[in-house]
């Protein structure tokens, strides 16, 4: 049982560089979403796809895009990293048509910038 | 709009006490709840969510919790804590129509002394 998959786990990166953090699901599941988590701050939402084609800004999307590549994948793309990105990430996904709203997460993705 | 407050960032206990997370939600609409849990250097994974058939819900690992309109609350509890429980909880909440978003709580760290 794969779930929620994400690459990489950890990255380092310098002020100014770029990196793209994965996401995929083998659940079936329309909508995909990304966090990050920050002490003391709980979990912030990044962006999400209601469904395959569509992509919504959430609370903090500045700093970052994302692509739906398909209805497996949903990328979260750092074009010029800053120290304040600096968090861990989680990608989520949810049934959605009729459900409850409960999202199955990743094990999330440790990101350093320097 | 919805938003979760959880009370007290830091809960800590001696194994075989009550444990008691305070979560207080704002909704305009009828929501759902859930609670969430995070062991270290892991995801987040579902505890129990309150989809309004009983206001009592139990979950896994001996938790449950209790949905209360006049209080707008919805505390997680278990009858006696083990070392195993020792991680951070999360209180989140959706609006029963429509809404893509879940919104998270600042999250409570349970430490349980021996």
């Known amino acids: 049982n794969a779930g929620v998959t994400q690459t990489p786990k950890f990255q380092v990166l310098k002020t100014g560089q770029s990196m793209t953090l994965q996401c995929a699901q083998d659940?079936?599941?329309?909508?995909m979403y990304w966090y990050r988590q920050d002490p003391g701050m709980g979990l912030r939402l990044i962006y999400y796809?209601?469904?395959?084609?569509?992509?919504d800004k959430g609370e903090v999307p500045n700093g970052y895009n994302v692509s739906r590549l398909n209805k497996r994948e949903f990328s979260l793309r750092l074009e010029s990293a800053a120290p304040s990105q600096t968090s861990v990430y989680f990608c989520?996904?949810?049934?959605?048509?009729?459900?409850?709203?409960?999202?199955?997460f990743g094990e999330g993705s440790r990101l350093t910038v320097l | 709009a919805q938003s979760v407050t959880q009370l007290g960032s830091h809960v800590s206990v001696s194994e075989g006490a009550l444990v008691l997370l305070r979560c207080n939600y704002s909704?305009?609409?009828?929501?759902?709840l859930f609670w969430y849990v995070q062991y270290p250097n892991q995801g987040l994974q579902l505890l129990l969510k309150?989809?309004?058939?009983?206001?009592l819900v139990k979950g896994i690992n001996g938790f449950e919790a209790e949905f209360k309109k006049s209080e707008t609350s919805f505390h997680l509890t278990k009858p006696s804590a083990h070392m195993s429980d020792a991680a951070e909880y999360f209180c989140?909440?959706?609006?029963?129509?429509?809404?893509?978003?879940?919104?998270f709580g600042q999250g409570t760290r349970l430490t349980i002394n021996p």
């Open positions: 909704s305009s609409v009828p929501p759902y």
């Open positions: 796809s209601a469904s395959e084609g569509t992509t």
């Open positions: 989140a909440v959706r609006a029963i129509q429509g809404a893509q978003k879940l919104v």
């Open positions: 659940m079936n599941h329309n909508s």
């Open positions: 989520a996904s949810r049934r959605n048509r009729g459900d409850t709203g409960e999202l199955f």
């Open positions: 309150y989809t309004s058939a009983a206001t």
